[in-house]
């Protein structure tokens, strides 16, 4: 396999301002190293992360960017030290791709937390540096990728490989701190972003045992919430119901990915409750009512994915428990299209390319 010439789909700084940027391109990968492994790309998820790095949002974006971290494909190759893996084992690849491996994070399985001199690096836009420090790596809008054996994960035989790709990044994102925040059964959870990972955090919490309320500023995703599980739906902007539901929830998980006013959502929370962003990054619209926070011993906190082995075990309680992600599959010739759509919530709820459809072009 000439893996210099590698098919893409991804852009580049000289496009990024129309936006409709993404199209074919080549990429190298290298041949796996005797603790790598070469996967060959089957289904990858389309992440509002891509919508952000892509439009450089964070102002973190290395170019060229090749996006994807949801990524599903099967073992072509295994390298010489290579224990875990063999040709044609169905596989899968989440948000990082390595990290230091010697701190005090990546020794607790926290891998997304590297304390190490270059932190983890992502499975695209490397390690983040875009000053010229840093280094690029290419994600899963790709015909294959090499991944080192320690952050490659095993799908489940029970899980559609097909859907599967989401639980990578919308499933873990959502699945941590539920578990780190000890969810209990019998508990009151809300879910504020009814989209990718949000549909995701109801299925997990539910089947933890938890009651749980869908939050969301649209009336007629009230049904699709009742659909994924949810015991109840509350519509923001309706303010009486938002007030009588304050002091009700023990968790609350916000999903949205855009700046928002968060103080109407402290509001909601019990005494020592709990609201996590896995969202937003970046400033809410409106500053933290602190007086709210402090009157009722409320935490605000924040939760970045999940490490290596807590996404093996996100995908192996969803297998379990029969939980997969809600997806609309499209060709890889389609992305813009999707993007556009994303942006205006109109996928239900996680799209994934069908990269057969790149290899054939």
Same mark, same amino acid.
């Given at each position: ?44 998820g389309?992440?509002h ?5 892509i ?30 893996f ?47 420090s840093?280094?690029n ?12 054996e ?23 994102t ?11 059964p ?18 997990l !919490?539910?089947?933890?045992? #938890?009651?749980?309320? @869908?939050? /969301?500023?649209? $009336? ?6 009742? +659909?994924?599980?949810?015991? !109840?739906?509350?519509?923001? #902007?309706?303010?009486? @119901?938002? /007030?009588?539901? $304050? ?6 998980? +916000? ?43 409320r ?10 082995k ?52």
């Open positions: 396999m000439d893996l210099s010439k590698t098919k893409a789909f991804g852009t580049s700084r000289s496009l990024i301002n129309s936006f409709n940027a993404l199209s074919e391109m080549e990429i190298e990968r290298q041949a796996p190293k005797a603790d790598e492994v070469l996967i060959e790309i089957l289904y990858c389309v992440c992360s891509d919508l952000h790095q439009k450089n949002d964070w102002g973190n974006t290395l170019w060229p960017c090749v996006p994807g971290h949801e990524i599903v494909g099967k073992v072509v190759q295994a390298g010489s030290a290579v224990t875990k063999k040709e044609g084992d169905t596989v899968g690849v989440g948000c990082l791709i390595d990290s230091c491996g010697h701190c005090d994070s990546c020794h607790e399985g926290l891998e997304q937390y590297c304390e190490g001199p270059v932190s983890s690096t992502a499975t695209y836009n490397g390690y983040q540096k875009p000053d010229g840093g280094y790596t290419f994600g899963g809008y790709s015909t294959h990728i090499t991944v080192k320690s952050f490659v994960l095993s799908i489940p035989d029970s899980l559609d490989s097909k859907r599967a790709a989401p639980i990578l990044c919308a499933g873990i959502t699945y941590s701190p539920l578990r780190h925040w000890n969810v209990q019998g508990q009151s959870v809300a879910v504020v972003g009814i989209g990718g990972l949000g549909h995701m955090a109801i299925k !919490a539910k089947a933890m045992g #938890a009651t749980v309320t @869908a939050i /969301t500023r649209l $009336e007629e995703k009230r049904a699709d919430a009742k +659909a994924l599980g949810a015991d !109840a739906v509350l519509v923001s #902007a309706d303010d009486k @119901a938002m /007030t009588a539901a $304050e002091l009700s929830f023990d968790l609350i998980l +916000a999903t949205v990915p855009d700046s928002f006013d968060i103080n109407p959502y402290i509001n909601l929370l019990k005494r020592d409750g709990k609201l996590i962003i896995v969202g937003v990054i970046g400033p809410f619209k409106e500053p933290t009512n602190n007086m709210q926070v402090l009157f009722h011993r935490s605000v906190a924040g939760s970045l994915i999940g490490g290596i807590e996404t093996q075990e996100v995908l192996d309680f969803c297998a379990e428990h029969n939980i997969m992600p809600d997806v609309q599959m499209i060709r890889m010739q389609d992305i813009n299209d999707a993007f556009d759509k994303m942006e205006k919530e109109e996928v239900r709820f996680r799209y994934v390319i069908d990269m057969q459809s790149l290899k054939n072009n």
